[in-house]
């Protein structure tokens, strides 16, 4: 019987391990989206800067003289392309706040199972089933957010391309 009672036990402590998983792979998940949402948001940062650059030297150019049809249009390319990375840089704050949110919300899904199997006399399982609801929901809305910025993003390149 004692060894029954280990056999028990054991068995419940690989049944919370084993519940918590689901929500600890999703922490994994989100902290990979979040890691390439990070990369895009500098390399948009870093793109708005280089046209900003090239813009001021362009303004300084007609300050001084007037620019030829080709400048022209390269300044008017680079107010275009400002505009929508300004949309996009949006976009990427915005699914990273939802992959983050969506952590959080794993996070309390963990902590809520754990909680509801140590403290057995209330049952709070349909509140950890929100919590992680809300978090899958959360990674989805991110999932929105980086469609649209890759959209974006191909409007962009095409305003390069027809430029050239």
Request: hydrophobic letters at 50%; glycine letters at 6%.
């Amino acid at each position: 019987m004692d060894n029954r009672h280990k056999t028990n036990n054991a068995m419940t402590v690989v049944e919370i391990i084993q519940s918590m998983m689901a929500p600890a792979v999703m922490i994994s998940a989100c902290g990979l989206l979040i890691l390439g949402m990070n990369n895009k948001y500098s390399m948009v940062i870093n793109r708005i800067r280089a046209l900003d650059e090239e813009k001021r030297k362009l303004k300084q150019m007609a300050e001084e003289n007037s620019l030829n049809a080709h400048q022209e249009k390269r300044f008017n390319s680079i107010d275009r392309q400002t505009g929508k990375l300004a949309f996009r840089i949006k976009m990427v704050k915005n699914a990273v706040v939802c992959y983050s949110t969506a952590v959080a919300l794993f996070i309390i899904t963990c902590l809520g199972i754990g909680l509801n199997i140590v403290f057995n006399n209330f049952d709070i399982s349909g509140l950890v089933v929100v919590f992680f609801l809300l978090g899958m929901l959360s990674v989805f809305l991110g999932i929105i957010y980086a469609v649209k910025e890759v959209m974006k993003g191909y409007e962009i390149i095409y305003i390069e391309i027809e430029e050239s």
